[in-house]
């Protein structure tokens, strides 16, 4: 069954130091998503990338986030310069079908677990 | 802006009783789902409730929807101890360049022998 892949599983960085998570979206879909959870908390909405662009984001989502689809399965979450705060897991999620009225389920990555010493 | 409230925060269930747990949501929206978590995992996808009135049942659980109360429910029958874990509602709105999930703040479950 195809599913979503997240790279690494852990991460650990320096105050400062920039980060790119990796995920390999489902092959046929067309939505990506980042999803973050600080620990013991709820999972909350980073961006959504839809047609090599981003549709939407959060107000987490400011000038340290970029995302970035490099090629035709890589889809990447980069922060240029972490913070204590950014130590999370985030999830990576994709979604399929075309952009008509549709149901859309979004399937998750196992995450990436950030720690930011 | 939609809000996601689930209840109770924590529920510590005895094995062999029935339970009950809230979603409650701020603004019309299209779709509604609930997820369970185990502990460092990644969300697995248990319900996606699409209609008013919508019911889903897997096993010992079973998710219902009332969008006209914006209201779901996950009502978990028998609790086994294998059921311990959080458990996530969510709900988005369409949008043709994706949807957006908005999660509850979830509903840790202990079940006890």
């Known amino acids: 069954e195809p599913e979503v892949t997240q790279t690494p599983s852990h991460q650990v960085t320096q105050m400062g130091q920039e980060v790119i998570l990796r995920c390999v979206p489902i092959?046929?879909?067309?939505?990506f998503y980042w999803y973050r959870q600080i620990l013991g908390q709820k999972v909350e909405f980073l961006v959504s990338f839809y047609n090599n662009e981003i549709s939407e984001k959060s107000e987490i989502f400011d000038d340290q986030f970029s995302v970035e689809r490099p090629d035709g399965s890589n889809f990447t979450l980069k922060i240029r310069s972490t913070k204590l705060e950014d130590s999370a897991m985030y999830f990576c999620a994709s979604s399929g079908t075309s952009g008509r009225r549709s149901y859309n389920e979004q399937f998750f990555g196992p995450g990436t677990r950030l720690t930011v010493l | 802006e939609l809000k996601v409230e689930q209840n109770p925060l924590f529920l510590s269930m005895q094995e062999g009783k029935n339970y009950t747990i809230y979603c409650n949501y701020s603004t019309t929206s299209d779709r509604l789902y609930w997820y369970r978590q185990d502990p460092g995992k990644s969300l697995e996808s248990l319900f996606v409730l699409l209609s008013n009135g919508a019911v889903k049942q897997e096993g010992r659980l079973m998710a219902s929807l009332d969008t006209k109360a914006r209201l779901s429910t996950l009502h978990i029958t028998a609790a086994v101890h294998d059921l311990s874990a959080t458990y996530f509602c969510?709900?988005?709105?369409?949008?043709?360049?994706?949807?957006?999930?908005?999660f509850g703040g979830g509903t840790r479950v202990l079940v006890k022998p």
């Open positions: 092959s046929n879909h067309l939505y």
């Open positions: 969510a709900v988005d709105i369409f949008k043709a360049a994706g949807n957006k999930l908005t």
